[in-house]
């Protein structure tokens, strides 16, 4: 009888020790969001549609004030909840897809992910004469939106917890602080890292998100990309950042052929600068092969709107 009081109290504190670690790296992944990559997305939110808009904007043009006024205009219409606004620092791949569709490449200055209740409520917010007025100052706009389970997307932050204690357990090599790649300063992709500090116009330090649409190759391509993808979460249960939002891809404004669409939190310009021009980014850059992709850095601007 004691021997079965113990074990049943003995499974009692681990369970419940197993519960306040996964309550703790949800609460604490939670607060990432929302303080660093100034993300607004609500943990539970059904059969919703989130759309990302992609907008040019002329030199002229106060990029703040306009997005300030398609948000409100989107708030007073009563839909189009603004999920994430970033402002894009670099587009870093152009994809095939979109050029042909849109007749040449498009350098974007800024993206908002925003969640409707349905396809239908899109096309009414879109209908809205305040909200056409506040979207015609961008000259060229691209829509494109993705359906995300809450449930896949609550359970991110455990699959990184479950990578971490597998690193800990494993005693797997840290990759931070990176090393360099040699010769990184003369490589083209050091003035890409460069270009994008002060791109960022004072922003970003704190966090990037880099909005990806991706089109899955063969089944070659699919396997060399999964051994990419395997090696970056490791890095993001790591340095604990990563995706925050995973979802499968709806066309919207042009029938373009994308798999997924993903977000990805970085925790800052300089970070991601150190990253791009290490030796583990580049060991592993190689195996990343889609069909088609295209590649936005933004850095976080929602708290200015």
Not at 153 to 160: D, H, K, S, T
Not at 245 to 268: E, F, M, N, Q
Not at 271 to 277: A, D, K, S
Request: glycine share 6%.
């Amino acid at each position: 009888m004691m021997k079965r009081k113990f074990l049943a109290w003995t499974l009692l504190i681990f369970l419940a020790a197993v519960f306040a670690t996964m309550f703790w790296q949800q609460s604490r992944y939670g607060d990432i969001r929302r303080d660093f990559a100034q993300d607004r997305q609500s943990p539970l939110y059904g059969q919703s549609l989130h759309v990302l808009t992609y907008l040019t904007a002329p030199p002229e043009l106060e990029l703040l004030s306009s997005l300030r006024t398609l948000r409100a205009s989107a708030e007073h219409e009563g839909t189009g909840i603004l999920i994430y606004a970033g402002k894009v620092v670099r587009n870093a791949r152009d994809s095939t897809q979109l050029t042909e569709a849109l007749g040449r490449d498009v350098e974007w200055e800024a993206i908002i992910l925003q969640q409707f209740e349905s396809r239908e409520a899109y096309s009414r917010y879109l209908q809205n004469d305040e909200v056409r007025a506040a979207l015609s100052v961008f000259p060229v706009q691209f829509a494109h939106g993705m359906r995300r389970s809450a449930a896949q997307n609550l359970l991110l932050p455990q699959a990184l917890l479950l990578r971490r204690l597998q690193r800990l357990i494993t005693f797997a090599p840290t990759s931070v602080p990176f090393e360099a790649i040699s010769g990184a300063e003369d490589m083209e992709i050091a003035d890409v890292a460069r270009s994008m500090l002060p791109a960022t116009g004072g922003f970003g330090e704190e966090a990037i998100v880099v909005v990806n649409l991706m089109l899955e190759g063969d089944a070659a391509q699919s396997a060399a990309n999964a051994e990419y993808g395997d090696q970056m979460f490791s890095l993001f249960a790591e340095q604990e950042h990563g995706p925050i939002h995973v979802g499968a891809s709806v066309p919207i404004d042009h029938p373009l052929d994308y798999t997924s669409v993903a977000l990805v939190y970085y925790p800052g310009v300089s970070y991601f600068r150190n990253l791009v021009l290490s030796t583990f980014f580049q060991e592993i850059i190689g195996d990343k092969q889609l069909a088609d992709t295209m590649v936005s850095i933004t850095v976080p601007i929602t708290n200015r709107l």
